[in-house]
């Protein structure tokens, strides 16, 4: 019988049908995250919403586990969906429509800056979306149902296989005061060449808070450091 880290006990694994035991009403999926070790999952943002609300999500650090989840596709007919993928619909049916509706709006609100930062970050964002999972980091990176994650990339390039580059969604909590600050920067001086720079450093958070790499170090260090001076500066 197969067994896992949960964010539901810290010292005990759980069984899936342990797990299935104790999900809540209205639950459909067996809710997981990866990663290469416990600690560094439970720091990963995507966890957020999964925390607030309650939802046991299971932490897979066996690099097979990645690979396992995919082909068995589902436990007693409930299907296994990461947390680092779509849509993070929680609650019961009229609490999901609430959020949707809320998010739909804000999005509106929201709509052209977004649209600007994905046009600076064009070349690593499919699309640059306001998250529904996220409560107190500013952005995160998700995949859509289907993408490889990147702990799954990172099993690939171990292996010896070079995955496919795949561009994720960008998802910034509209909630936080940089996304927030951000907005009204943007829709006072959008010609601000710091802007750009601001919105290389939120992708560049999103990354490093998942435990990825940042394609440029350097250049992310330097940006930091000149945003930094100036904010004292002024």
């Known amino acids: 019988m197969s067994r896992f880290h949960s964010t539901a006990s810290e010292g005990e694994l759980t069984s899936l049908a342990q797990y299935v035991e104790r ?3 209205g639950q459909s999926a067996v809710y997981f995250m990866t990663g290469e ?7 990963v943002p995507h966890l957020e919403i999964f925390k607030e609300k309650g939802y046991e999500v299971l932490i897979l650090t ?5 690979i396992w989840v995919e082909a068995v596709g589902e436990y007693q007919g409930h299907k296994f969906q990461s947390a680092a ?7 019961s049916e009229e609490e999901r ?3 949707e509706s809320e998010r739909e709006e804000h999005q509106k609100e929201y709509a052209a800056l977004l649209a600007w930062m994905h046009t600076v970050l064009s070349e690593d964002t499919k699309e640059v979306r306001l998250s529904g999972r996220l409560t107190s980091s500013a952005a995160c990176l998700v995949g859509d149902a289907h993408d490889a994650t990147p702990n799954l990339e990172k099993i690939l390039r171990a292996m010896g296989q070079e995955p496919p580059r795949i561009k994720r969604i960008l998802e910034v909590n509209g909630e936080h005061p940089l996304v927030q600050g951000l907005r009204q920067a943007y829709e006072e001086k959008k010609d601000d060449p710091s802007l750009r720079e601001m919105v290389e450093v939120v992708y560049g958070l999103a990354v490093l808070s998942e435990g990825g790499e940042l394609v440029d170090p350097a250049h992310f260090s330097q940006l930091v450091s000149t945003l930094a001076t100036r904010s004292l500066d002024n």
């Open 85 to 91: 993928k779509g849509v993070a619909d929680l609650g």
């Open 37 to 43: 070790n416990r600690t560094a999952v439970e720091k």
């Open 62 to 66: 066996d690099p097979i586990d990645e």
């Open 97 to 99: 429509k609430k959020a």
């Open 23 to 25: 999900m809540k009403e």
